[in-house]
């Protein structure tokens, strides 16, 4: 009986994440054309560090690590390292923010300057709205509205609604199957991220790696770690 409902949860799944919500509109750049590049968890020691690829010619094009400064998980980063050339990108996280369920402000910097800003709305029990804000070489916002289990999900430009980017998720080889289990083990699951170039790659991958990672991380030591302090709306990014 649980296996039959498992089996219909998957196929339902799947059918709800098909392929029509994967199309990308074209940029409004004619020299940008649609690409798609993927990562998988690698094993490390907080299982939470990728390698992303390019899947056109399966060339490595960025490297993801995280970093928790403190067990009370209050400092919580995300360097992006972009290859070949070695260009640092670090994503600054207050971690209090998320655990509490408050509107939280991400800052993507260079060389300690900040040059991109996304910001998530949780939203409680309702999906969640991660914005792109205008900021750095961005002259347009961007929505991605989270599926429900977390996943997938198109990025939409806000003014003209058009899709410049798609998330997608898969383990063993099975869209219904990522959607069902959110598999953390490392090598079973491969995100997949679409984009028409519109929006830097370096905030859609830094977008979609943070939002199942850093929360999760924080859900799965719930019950082994103390609680962050209380966080006050508007006291800003903590630094690590």
């Known amino acids: 009986m649980l296996l039959t409902f498992f089996t219909l949860a998957v196929t339902f799944l799947s059918s709800f994440y098909g392929v029509s919500t994967q199309h990308v509109d074209p940029s409004t750049n004619p020299n940008s054309t649609i690409e798609s590049f993927s990562f998988f968890r690698k094993w490390s020691w907080s299982n939470k560090d990728f390698d992303l690829t390019a899947n056109h010619n399966s060339t490595q094009v960025m490297k993801l690590r995280t970093s928790v400064a403190t067990h009370w998980l209050t400092r919580f980063g995300l360097t992006v390292t972009l290859v070949p050339s070695q260009e640092q990108f670090k994503v600054k996280i207050n971690s209090a923010g998320i655990w509490c369920g408050f509107e939280q402000t991400y800052k993507i910097k260079k060389d300690?300057?900040?040059?991109?800003?996304?910001m998530i709305d949780p939203r409680g029990l309702n999906v969640d709205r991660w914005h792109i804000k205008k900021s750095g070489n961005l002259t347009q916002s961007y929505t991605w509205k989270r599926h429900a289990t977390g996943l997938a999900g198109v990025v939409k430009r806000d003014d003209t609604h058009k899709k410049v980017a798609y998330f997608k998720a898969e383990t063993f080889g099975s869209t219904g199957l990522a959607a069902?289990?959110?598999?953390?083990?490392?090598g079973t699951t491969n995100y997949t991220i679409i984009t028409n170039g519109e929006v830097p790659l370096v905030v859609?991958?830094?977008?979609?790696?943070?939002?199942?990672?850093?929360?999760?991380?924080?859900?799965?030591?719930?019950?082994?770690?103390?609680?962050?302090?209380?966080?006050?709306?508007?006291?800003?990014?903590?630094t690590w």
């Open 112 to 118: 300690g300057k900040t040059i991109y800003q996304y």
């Open 204 to 238: 859609l991958v830094s977008v979609y790696e943070g939002h199942f990672d850093l929360p999760r991380y924080l859900l799965e030591h719930a019950g082994t770690l103390a609680l962050p302090k209380p966080f006050t709306p508007g006291q800003g990014i903590m």
């Open 180 to 186: 069902a289990l959110h598999s953390t083990l490392p």
